[in-house]
């Protein structure tokens, strides 16, 4: 079974600041895709990032891009110059080729931008 | 843009209520998810459906049924409500990766319902 770990219950960081959350993940399938979401106060899971296993890069979204290390099972998001409105809950997950490909959550990161 | 919407934000009922929680999605995904989100215990998928009238158990199953007459509407039904079901629950589609040819597909998420049994 897959596993997400989120070793950071909570994060500062200073408005225009970057960031990094951490996440490692597990799973002995080769095939498998790593997600970043946000999650507001409001509730909404919002899709911030993709990568692929078999990406040869990092991808990047804007302001989000995902370290993603293959070797070391992990796929740190990071955040370059933190806005106000970044202060949220970031969920790392991850989802398989085969069987049922429903997402599997880390317990998250608190993340608050000071001004 | 894909868009997921959930009948409702904020929901009370009774205990013993029968309950039926909806998600609609407007981008003709084939999967769709529900999942339960827990303080301490992080997001539990429930129940999902790879097709019109197909359905399968989560990690949750208990207490707990779904309905998906249509591809575009998958409903969440709590039989008989108990007080443990006060929770906030997320709906989810993606398409399939037999559609997209993508190694895996993401998943758009509503914007929840947050339900308190009393």
């Known amino acids: 079974a897959q596993k997400i770990t989120q070793t950071q219950p909570g994060m500062f960081v200073q408005e225009k600041e970057a960031v990094t959350l951490d996440c490692t993940y597990d799973t002995s399938d080769p095939s498998y895709g790593l997600f970043w979401y946000k999650q507001p106060s409001s509730g909404e899971m919002i899709f911030l990032i993709y990568q692929g296993s078999y990406d040869q890069q990092n991808a990047t979204e804007g302001r989000y891009s995902l370290n993603f290390q293959k070797a070391r099972k992990s796929a740190n998001l990071v955040i370059s110059a933190s806005q106000l409105g970044d202060s949220a809950m970031y969920f790392c997950a991850m989802s398989l080729d085969t069987g049922r490909r429903a997402l599997t959550f880390g317990s998250g990161t608190r993340l608050q931008v000071q001004p | 843009d894909v868009k997921v919407t959930q009948s409702s934000r904020y929901l009370v009922k009774r205990t013993g209520e029968k309950v039926f929680l909806e998600c609609v999605q407007d981008m003709d995904h084939e999967n769709m998810f529900w999942y339960r989100q827990d303080p301490g215990l992080g997001l539990r998928l429930i129940y999902f459906?790879?097709?019109?009238?197909?359905?399968e158990k989560g990690d949750i199953p208990e207490g707990y049924s779904v309905s998906r007459e249509k591809k575009e509407r998958f409903s969440l039904i709590l039989e008989s409500a108990s007080t443990n079901q006060t929770s906030m629950y997320l709906c989810a589609s993606s398409l399939s990766p037999r559609t997209s040819g993508s190694v895996v597909e993401t998943q758009y998420f509503g914007p929840g319902t947050r339900l308190l049994v009393l």
């Open positions: 459906s790879y097709d019109v009238k197909m359905k």
